[in-house]
């Protein structure tokens, strides 16, 4: 079935470390994402690709970094310099002003 | 600037009531698009609808209802017949072209808990 995978579905983080979220999709979408979704904020956007090797800048983009070097693949680190990096990190995809399919999540917590 | 506004925090009805959840956005440009989403406990976002901005037809999908106003700025969904299983969180975003394309802009989310 085609769709969005995201792994693990939950991460722990010590101090000073980083740590990757996985997220592959076979839809042949072009355009990727990656949200931050906190309680009662809404999900607020980290970074977006458009196509293979480019990506921009989200609203909330410092301490994250991503790479797109497959179509499919679009994994994103969660740095040392985020100091506060606890929370639900949803990846998505889509054609350009299509909807954007969701994969299931990934909870991230510090240890 | 885009953005969404969901002024409903949390609603609490009980089961066959008929709930409202508001969307209020705002754009500077002509053409966008608007969605909602659907949230349940399981935490994956679950694409209801996507309008345009050149249709302003309410639509209607079984329990499901959608009335877009332009006037208003207004993109509101109604539950008829409340069940269980709409126990979700329901978010509205919005995308225009001015933003770059696919973007969209999230409101905070209306938490629904339906009651047996």
């Known amino acids: 079935d085609g769709g969005i995978t995201q792994s693990p579905k939950y991460l722990f983080r010590k101090e000073g470390q980083n740590v990757t979220l996985s997220c592959e999709q076979n839809l042949n979408h072009d355009a990727m994402y990656w949200y931050r979704q906190d309680p009662g904020q809404g999900l607020r956007l980290i970074y977006y690709?458009?196509?293979?090797?480019?990506?921009q800048k989200g609203d909330i983009a410092e301490g994250y970094s991503v790479s797109r070097e497959k179509k499919e693949s679009f994994p994103l680190t969660v740095t040392s310099a985020q100091k506060n990096p606890t929370a639900f990190y949803l990846c998505?995809?889509?054609?350009?002003?299509?909807?954007?399919?969701f994969g299931d999540g990934t909870r991230l917590s510090i240890l | 600037a885009q953005k969404v506004t969901q002024a409903q925090t949390e609603i609490s009805v009980v089961e066959k009531e008929d709930v409202t959840l508001d969307c209020v956005y705002e754009?500077?440009?002509?053409?966008?698009?608007l969605f909602w989403y659907k949230q349940p406990p399981s935490g994956e976002l679950v694409f209801l609808i996507r309008?345009?901005?050149?249709?302003?037809q309410n639509e209607i999908s079984g329990r499901y209802s959608w009335n877009f106003q332009k006037s208003t700025s207004s993109f509101n969904f109604t539950i008829t017949a409340s069940q269980v299983v709409d126990s979700a969180v329901y978010f509205c975003a919005l995308n225009s072209r001015g933003s770059t394309l696919g973007r969209l802009y999230f409101g905070r989310g209306t938490q629904l808990t339906v009651w047996p």
């Open positions: 998505a995809s889509s054609f350009p002003a299509q909807p954007q399919h």
């Open positions: 690709s458009q196509i293979v090797n480019d990506f």
């Open positions: 309008r345009n901005s050149f249709d302003e």
């Open positions: 754009t500077r440009d002509t053409t966008y698009y």
